[in-house]
């Protein structure tokens, strides 16, 4: 058990809530990971906070127009009445639309119809009950979002096993993926956890990976292994260079091998900028599965929901309806989507012509929102507690050595000042 979870148990021990704990809510705890350093940076990071994964700009949420105008003009039913366990029709069928428009490579009649959950960690923690027993193998990138191994160790109970993304030249390390995924294989399935644009590093693989990456894993689901494949897609579009793979890494999976399952995890979330909404969708697919194989299994998903959040918002479906179906909705999203990519490439220019800071070594990044630092000396912690008491700046310190900038945060005028600063606190704390 986490220590957290031990001391919290332990406060409680003497009250009936200490006795009357289920197991699960023993384990339970919240970590001190990426939200509580964001949520110390929202108390004092007064000159940059670069913490958040929400894109920013002049210190407020980037809302698209259509969102905005539509919120005061909603009728009763499309914004309090109950939505469906599963979700608006409409807006499950236009996602899919979507999806297959961004997307080329699926087939329509090959996946499922998208249901829809309050989120993407709702799609995730949704599809672990679903997949995932006491003990089962669960294999993601050791630099991960911090919810994966909470929602997957602590609530599910896997045992998880990780691999380092990269390869000493700075490759996607599909190696090191395919042998974390045999070493997790005790119970004759594993699920993997897929995550491009990656968080926190910012890295989608390019073509050549992922197309290496999806063989790597059909030669797993050949030697009878049962694979279930977790994509989650919740930076996706948000690609800068042009040898990203710029699909989903679904579209590689979804039809590709009988023992393989892809679960597309996506949501508006990131991609059209509604953080608060709490809507994402969950969608499937596998070599061989039916029609008839899909409607059991969105019965089976609609058994998960009822049980759980019973429905999602519908103000958030509704208004993400009317934002998919505008006639302005694609050119204002390549708009915000530009605005991220300009401080992406300030964010490069800074570190190919710095000066300083050579202790942080930048890891590979072409997407997304972040990028990460490794610390060649020094802890990351003490760098981060350092940037925000001395300097009012926020960052997320991951491990014992790396630093996550979100630098979707931060305005395009100020990545010079944060970063020079970063530089700065990091060869005055370690040496230069
Ligand atoms: C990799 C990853 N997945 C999922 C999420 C959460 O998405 P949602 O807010 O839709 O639950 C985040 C958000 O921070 C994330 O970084």
């Not at 809510?25 to 007064?46: L, N």
Request: aromatic fraction near 10%; proline fraction near 4%; hydrophobic fraction near 40%.
């Amino acid at each position: 058990m986490h220590s957290i979870a031990e001391d919290l148990n332990q406060r409680l021990a003497p009250t009936v809530v200490g006795r009357t704990l289920s197991r699960f809510g023993q384990r339970i705890y919240f970590p001190k990971g990426i939200v509580a350093q964001s949520t110390e940076a929202k108390k004092s990071a007064t000159t940059f906070n670069a913490t958040v994964g929400i894109a920013l700009s002049d210190g407020e949420p980037m809302i698209l127009p259509t969102i905005q105008d539509n919120l005061p003009r909603l009728s009763p039913s499309e914004a309090i009445d109950y939505a469906p366990p599963g979700g608006d029709n409409k807006l499950r069928t236009l996602w899919k639309e979507e999806m297959l428009r961004k997307n080329p490579g699926i087939l329509e009649s090959k996946i499922s119809l998208p249901a829809v959950v309050p989120g993407i960690t709702s799609g995730i923690s949704l599809a672990a009950d679903l997949f995932i027993d006491e003990n089962d193998g669960v294999v993601f990138t050791d630099l991960c979002w911090d919810n994966y191994p909470l929602i997957f160790e602590t609530r599910n109970q896997a045992r998880c096993c990780t691999f380092a993304p990269f390869t000493s030249h700075g490759e996607f390390n599909i190696q090191g993926m395919s042998e974390a995924i045999l070493k997790a294989a005790h119970s004759g399935k594993v699920v993997l956890i897929l995550n491009f644009p990656h968080n926190p590093t910012g890295y989608t693989p390019t073509k050549d990976e992922a197309k290496a990456l999806a063989e790597a894993l059909v030669a797993i689901a050949e030697t009878g292994l049962q694979l279930v494949v977790m994509c989650d897609d919740a930076y996706f579009g948000l690609f800068y260079e042009e040898e990203a793979y710029r699909q989903s890494i679904f579209t590689l999976l979804y039809n590709a091998h009988e023992n393989l399952l892809a679960i597309k995890i996506d949501g508006a979330t990131k991609e059209d900028y509604v953080w608060g909404f709490r809507v994402g969708f969950l969608t499937f697919g596998s070599f061989g599965l039916k029609e008839d194989h899909f409607d059991a299994l969105n019965q089976k998903v609609l058994g998960a929901i009822r049980t759980t959040i019973s429905s999602s918002s519908r103000v958030g479906q509704t208004l993400l309806y009317k934002e998919l179906s505008s006639l302005v909705y694609h050119g204002i999203k390549v708009k915000y989507a530009k605005v991220l990519e300009e401080r992406f490439k300030t964010v490069k220019k800074i570190l190919e012509t710095r000066e300083t800071g050579k202790s942080l070594k930048p890891l590979p990044f072409n997407s997304g929102y972040f990028m990460t630092f490794e610390l060649e000396r020094g802890s990351s912690e003490e760098l981060r507690k350092h940037l925000l008491r001395t300097e009012g700046i926020g960052t997320i310190a991951l491990q014992e050595r790396y630093l996550r900038i979100a630098y979707s945060s931060v305005d395009n005028r100020d990545l010079k000042a944060l970063y020079g600063t970063i530089f700065q606190a990091a060869d005055q704390l370690f040496g230069v």
